[in-house]
Structure formats: structure tokens, C-alpha cells
């Protein structure tokens, strides 16, 4: 978990807090850590793909769930890889 705001509500405390009743382990992250957050990884293709398309559907939402559909299942699985490959230097606060 990160430490954007939203994530501080009541509602996710009791989110996480029910979780873990169930064993489920969850950490606090750096306050920026992007190597941890495979969304980081994920925008820039996408963002790359829409800036592509943008003068050709710029009064649409439609670039973006095109550039949407160029992310493959092994990009996700590199994503979450990369980031889980991180997760120690992060926790224990070395020089990424």
C-alpha cells in the first residue's frame, strides 16, 4: 500500500484490518516508491500510445482505451516482476 491520501480513509483501515483477519499481509510503502507500483511502468506505454493517436481522435476518450489494449499479459507479468524484484531495496530503504 502506498501513501497516497485516499489509501490514509477509515474505510480502507477497515479494508486492510479485514484482510488481514483473513492472513493477507500488507506493507506501507516508501512515500514514493515507483519501483514498487507496477502502474508506474504501465502509463508510459500507455500514455505513449494515446500522445500517437491524439491528433487523430483529440475530442474522444477512445485513444486511451486503445493504447489500453496495446499492454500485453507478459508486459503486466514484467511489471509485477520488476516491482516485486525491488521490494526489498525499498523496504530496506538502499539507493535505487
Known sequence: MDNA???Q???IEFAIKQLWSVATVAYT???YSPELNPIEQLCPKVKYAVKMN???EWKTLSPIA???YLVTHEDL????AYSASRFLD???RNQI
Do not use: M, T
Request: glycine share 4%.
Open 5 to 7: 491520501p485516499i489509501h
Open 9 to 11: 480513509s477509515k474505510d
Open 29 to 31: 510503502s516508501p512515500p
Open 54 to 56: 491524439l491528433l487523430v
Open 66 to 68: 486503445e493504447a489500453c
Open 77 to 80: 507479468r514484467g511489471y509485477a
Open 90 to 92: 525499498c523496504f530496506n
